[in-house]
């Protein structure tokens, strides 16, 4: 079987049946309120809504979590952009636009700009990674210790390229990163590394805890060093479709993350975070 007669079979088999559509809708529906929580994030979401699955079929699975994971993953950036805190690490650069388009009132093109960005894109994506899946995967079985410590050198550089202000401090963070993702347990000997006899540091420092402590932290400290009496924000969401101005503002930008997206998606590794940093 082709890949357009797997691609036809598939929509066949998703479309055949009224309740794949509706699993696949509750799916989504769930992931998107589940991604709100900050922390979770779409493996998380997974996790924890898998028994959902254990009575339907094979197909009504795969397509439940599937939607699970594309809601979790726009959720997340809900709460970058109402109250700058990352819903899960990919969401961690919507913080920066995102947020500061709320405090201007327009909280609500934010969120759907985000959606129909994320929408655009995984279509496109998903299009493009089904014509190119079978050279790829011929591709990432020749993958091995070289052309992976490449991969993580010019992840690395290029953070710090695209990082604001200093090269240098940059790369010390870069470091910093590294020295971080040193705690756990040893890949090839199993044995802990730099946990101090802590059972919890034996996974490692997640990097969506890290994420929401940067973000969220201090951002309740900088609130917290204000001694000036301040009103509550307050504003009201709606308008969540873009104008014509938002728009002609984001078509380029759209159409760079989808770009930018697919081209990092297809190395292993943690791509959403570096395909939004990149973008």
Known sequence: MGIFEGLLFGFKSILGDPYNLFFCFAGVLIGTLVGVLPGLGPVGAMGILIPFTFHTTPLQSIVMLAG????????????????RIP???????????????????????????????????????????????VPLASAALRFGPPEYFT??????????????????????????????????????????????????????????????????ISEVMLNLEETLKRDIFKTHIGGLLPDKEDWKASAKPIARGTFIGFLVGLFPGPVGTTSSFMG
């Open 68 to 83: 699970i994971y594309y809601g979790a993953m726009y959720g997340g950036s809900t709460t970058s952009i109402l109250v």
């Open 151 to 216: 991969l993580v050198c010019a992840g690395l550089f290029t953070f710090a390229y695209v990082g604001q202000g200093s090269t240098h401090k940059a790369l010390m963070m870069c470091l910093a990163g590294i020295i971080l993702a040193y705690i756990g347990l040893d890949p090839v000997y199993g044995s802990p590394r730099f946990a101090s006899g802590i059972p919890e540091l034996y996974d490692g420092i997640g990097i969506v805890p890290v994420a929401m402590g940067l973000f969220g």
């Open 87 to 133: 819903g899960e690490a990919a969401s961690v650069i919507t913080c920066i636009d995102g947020y500061e388009m709320a405090l201007q009132g327009r909280a609500g093109p934010a969120l759907g700009i985000a959606a129909i960005g994320s929408f655009i894109a995984g279509t496109i994506a998903i299009l493009a990674i089904t014509l190119v899946s």
